[in-house]
T-cell receptor
């Protein structure tokens, strides 16, 4: 199946700094990527839909100035957590859709664990 | 609100038993997908079933789809301790997830 990578796999930063997370589709072009966050023992919460060449669509309650998304190419979307605070500590997961024979399929990256001290 | 809603939220069984979990969705779909997530890891795609399919098998996995009831079920046969994970469903037209089913398989 299609492969989606994320970098870094984990990051620890000080409060107030910004952190960039990359999401890449390795063997296919993804016009649409999705960003999720997941707190311990909870489900994935969709944060935003990232569209190549246009502005991301954010879910209700997600601050677009706090979580900057850039989808500069068909294989790369980045999520920047600006002025991170301890409450932003979470597991961030991206996914990309790929049109398969059976319809649109969604492939997930391995996730990035962010810890803000 | 999310499209896929899994049921039950938690399921604990003994190794060798079968595990069945259900998913309900709200709108029409082209396909539905099931995923597994081990603790602290990303999601692994398990199986995709198209809207014109009623049943699909993959190894010990059996998925059914009832579009009239807008529901799907995932059956894991002869479960193993390694099947312990959270399981989620998602449809092709809505990328939101429900709470998932946390499956614990006791050795």
């Amino acid at each position: 199946g299609a492969v989606v990578s994320q970098h870094p796999s984990w990051v620890i930063c000080k409060s107030g700094t910004s952190v960039k997370i990359e999401c890449r589709s390795l063997d296919f072009q993804a016009t649409t990527m999705f960003w999720y966050r997941q707190f311990p023992k909870q489900s994935l919460m969709l944060m935003a839909t990232s569209n190549e060449g246009s502005k991301a669509t954010y879910e209700q309650g997600v601050e677009k100035d706090k979580f900057l998304i850039n989808h500069a190419s068909l294989t790369l979307s980045t999520l920047t957590v600006t002025s991170a605070h301890p409450e932003d500590s979470s597991f961030y997961i991206c996914s990309a859709t790929h049109p398969g024979l059976a319809g649109v399929e969604q492939f997930f990256g391995p996730g990035t664990r962010l810890t803000v001290l | 609100s999310q499209q896929g809603e899994e049921d039950p939220q938690a399921l604990s069984i003994q190794e060798g038993e079968n595990a069945t979990m259900n998913c309900s969705y709200k709108t029409s779909i082209n396909n539905l997908q099931w995923y597994r997530q081990n603790s602290g890891r990303g999601l692994v795609h398990l199986i995709l079933i198209r809207s014109n399919e009623r049943e699909k098998h993959s190894g010990r996995l059996r998925v059914t789809l009832d579009t009239s009831k807008k529901s799907s079920s995932l059956l894991i046969t002869a479960s193993r301790a390694a099947d312990t994970a959270s399981y989620f469903c998602a449809t092709d037209n809505d990328m939101r997830f429900g709470a998932g089913t946390r499956l614990t398989v006791k050795p």
